[in-house]
């Protein structure tokens, strides 16, 4: 969140002039509504926003880590940090919960920042998803003599059952 300093008071007459509302500049710049509102009705930029509008309106937001002004590209994705630094200091700051997972492969247990996923490693994801044929005839040959198949895909194990 950033201070309502001379940066900010600039930031929300510009915004202004391209035709963002009290409530839209307040989100995005971490303020409250009405001290927005208040410091525009002191510079006489208060009434409708459209009344204001220049030019069309840019995607305009702060870093989310330092509060830095950002301005967006009108396509793509938005931007939430000023620079990679303030992406790490930021993930520093927040680190993100860790799941523990079981891999339906090959049953080795996992940690992982995802909630859903369901491989240890590419290499089992690959082997699971592109069993070959030869492979196949190897589990059924196993299962025929009763002897324990390790390691079988997910898809044969449904099969099974």
């Known amino acids: 969140m950033i201070t309502y300093d001379g940066k900010s008071k600039k930031l929300v007459e510009k915004m202004r002039f391209f035709g963002y509302g009290y409530r839209s500049i307040a989100n995005r710049l971490g303020l409250k509504r009405d001290t927005v509102r208040n410091y525009c009705k002191s510079k006489g930029l208060d009434g409708r926003a459209d009344e204001f509008v220049e030019a069309p309106k840019p995607d305009i937001s702060v870093c989310v880590c330092c509060g830095v002004p950002l301005v967006n590209a009108p396509k793509g994705r938005r931007k939430k940090y000023c620079s990679p630094q303030c992406k790490k200091m930021w993930e520093a700051m927040h680190p993100r919960e860790n799941y523990t997972h079981q891999c339906i492969r090959c049953g080795k247990s ?52």
């Open 110 to 161: 996992f940690n992982s920042a995802s909630k859903t996923q369901k491989y240890c490693s590419h290499d089992c994801y690959i082997k699971d998803r592109f069993y070959r044929e030869e492979q196949m005839e190897y589990v059924i040959e196993k299962l025929k003599k009763g002897e324990r198949v390790e390691n079988t895909p997910q898809w044969i194990k449904d099969l099974l059952v």
